[in-house]
């Protein structure tokens, strides 16, 4: 089996050559060699340009003839939720879906991350005794990583 450490190696010596803020999400070797490389960028996103350097800098680095393999370099999806603190640190400002481990989800903007936790910013509206019209609340919600089960970002096409 192709080691990951190797693969690994050729594809961080690649994104230093690249110097344009990417970097690995995800790098996965299952059984038949199967290669699978996620990949995000600190601003903007992944070009398919990037996707094919970081591809041919690990192929031509592998030996087909001693073992081999199939490779896929992609951009990480939207579809996906945020699997690497470099994902959230990318995503502050945007309007987030948190689902917990327990039971619930905290939905709204992503104002804050540390490697330890994240706040969203909730909104909601609620009756005050006194008040004819509803309120708008406004509650910063602080999340430890290990409570998050997934973070998914909001698509908008507003």
Do not use: W
């Not at 999400?25 to 350097?53: A, P, Q």
């Amino acid at each position: 089996m192709i080691s990951k450490k190797k693969v690994a190696a050729l594809i961080y010596e690649r994104i230093e050559e690249l110097d344009n803020g990417l970097f690995v999400v995800s790098l996965i070797i299952s059984t038949g060699n199967k290669i699978n490389i996620e990949l995000d960028k600190h601003e903007g996103g992944v070009s398919v340009k990037d996707c094919m350097s970081v591809s041919r800098n690990v192929e031509h680095n592998l030996d087909r003839e001693q073992e081999d393999f199939e490779l896929h370099v992609s951009s990480a999806g939207l579809d996906k939720g945020l699997r690497v603190y470099a994902q959230y640190q990318k995503n502050v400002g945007r309007d987030v879906v948190v689902k917990l481990h327990e039971d619930g989800k905290v939905e709204g903007t992503m104002i804050a991350v540390t490697p330890e936790q994240i706040t969203v910013q909730t909104t909601r509206k609620e009756r005050i005794e006194g008040k004819k019209k509803k309120q708008t609340i406004i509650e910063d919600v602080v999340l430890t990583m290990d409570k998050i089960k997934e973070t998914k970002i909001v698509i908008s096409f507003k």
